[in-house]
């Protein structure tokens, strides 16, 4: 348990579905982050928001929208993707997004299946 | 671009020691991270080089060097329960972590 709690854990949805992840930290840190891992590839830094303002776009598909309510909540709310969005979509958490060699803690993941 | 280079797989026999090699080619440099991801969990975080060096932790150590773009993870005392992902990232010069693909190291018996 690392303290970062992601909803739901599994995800099947159809190209034209609309979802939303749900992340928590419970942590009381200011920086929160969107990743996602796909098969044998490095992970890809999606969203960073620190103190609830977004700091990092990493040209993003505008099928994926964050918003970022509080510095406890992330979510990642999904329209119209394709099958190739299938991917196991990760948050998680440090002290700040800045310069101190602050460790990022993550929850468990959704794996999303796009049909 | 930016690149992390680590290899894909290692085999190592439980109790004996294995080294996994990380080299990076970035915008900067502002330390080191290794990662451990079990299969269908998160990573978790094991240790951080921001100094040329080696920072030891318990059966677990990581050397840096950085005017080689170079760490390594030093495992001791493998267990079955170290079989996992070792994830390789640095921060770069706008303090972002880039990431390698990972290691896959099966442990056996």
């Known amino acids: 348990e690392t303290g970062v709690t992601q909803t739901p854990r599994h995800l099947v949805m159809g190209m034209t579905n609309k979802k939303s992840l749900k992340c928590e930290q419970h942590?009381?840190?200011?920086?929160m982050y969107w990743y996602k891992q796909s098969a044998k590839k490095p992970l890809e830094l999606m969203f960073v928001?620190?103190?609830?303002?977004?700091?990092e776009n990493n040209s993003v598909p505008s099928r994926f929208s964050p918003e970022c309510p509080n510095s406890s909540h992330l979510f990642l709310h999904l329209h119209t993707l394709q099958p190739e969005d299938s991917a196991l979509y990760l948050c998680?958490?440090?002290?700040?997004?800045?310069?101190?060699?602050?460790?990022?803690?993550f929850g468990p993941g959704t794996r999303l299946t796009v049909t | 671009g930016q690149n992390i280079d680590q290899p894909t797989e290692m085999t190592a026999t439980e109790g004996a020691i294995v080294q996994i090699n990380c080299t990076y080619q970035?915008?900067?440099?502002?330390?080191l991270f290794w990662y451990q991801q079990h299969a269908g969990e998160a990573p978790t975080f094991l240790s951080y080089?921001?100094l040329d060096g080696l920072e030891e932790k318990g059966r677990f150590s990581s050397f840096l060097s950085r005017s080689k773009g170079y760490s390594y993870l030093l495992l001791k005392e493998l267990q079955m329960k170290d079989s996992a992902s070792y994830l390789c990232?640095?921060?770069?010069?706008?303090?972002?972590?880039?990431w390698g693909a990972g290691t896959k190291l099966i442990i056996k018996p």
């Open positions: 080089n921001v």
């Open positions: 970035t915008s900067g440099f502002n330390g």
């Open positions: 990232a640095v921060r770069d010069s706008n303090y972002q972590l880039i």
């Open positions: 998680a958490s440090s002290q700040d997004a800045g310069t101190g060699g602050y460790e990022q803690y």
């Open positions: 928001y620190s103190l609830e303002e977004r700091v």
């Open positions: 942590l009381g840190h200011n920086a």
